[in-house]
């Protein structure tokens, strides 16, 4: 989770919306990523989704059946579609997103193999974006 928050950083340095995510096959990170839904002017560049994609070109396959994300925050519905569809063992979040979260809506839009794991530096993380929409007010 320490290198999720290392990409949220980023994606705050950015002016992005901090949230960072990293993909984890036997123990070694396949993938990180951070918001860029400004940069590349898409509301679908969420950290969860460039990860995925950037996880699945390393392992030249679609299913991330061995596979954890890490995430500062908790996806949400389309991003937990996403990880439906690529069948990853686990998802480990940070802070919940009370708003829009895919626990809020619907706690089945996972995969039914897929392990869920919350709350692990949520502090840490919810600080970052609390900076952030505190930051964007000013």
Known sequence: ??????QAQIAFE????????VIVSKNRIIARAHNQTELLTDVTAHAELLAITAAANYL???????????????????????????????V??????????????NSNLL??????QSGTLGAQAES???????????
Not at 1 to 6: D, Y
Not at 14 to 21: H, K
Not at 111 to 116: A, E, V
Not at 128 to 138: A, T, V
């Open 14 to 21: 950015s002016d992005e919306i901090p949230v960072g995510a």
């Open 60 to 90: 030249g396959a679609k299913y991330l059946t061995d596979c954890k994300l890490y995430v500062t925050l908790e996806p949400c519905a389309m991003c937990a579609g996403a990880l439906y569809w690529s069948q990853i063992s686990e």
């Open 128 to 138: 970052l974006l609390l900076k952030f929409f505190e930051k964007l007010r000013k």
């Open 92 to 105: 480990h979040f940070a802070a919940s997103d009370p708003k829009r979260g895919f626990v809020t809506h």
């Open 111 to 116: 995969h039914p193999k897929t392990k869920i």
């Open 1 to 6: 989770m320490n290198e999720a928050l290392k």
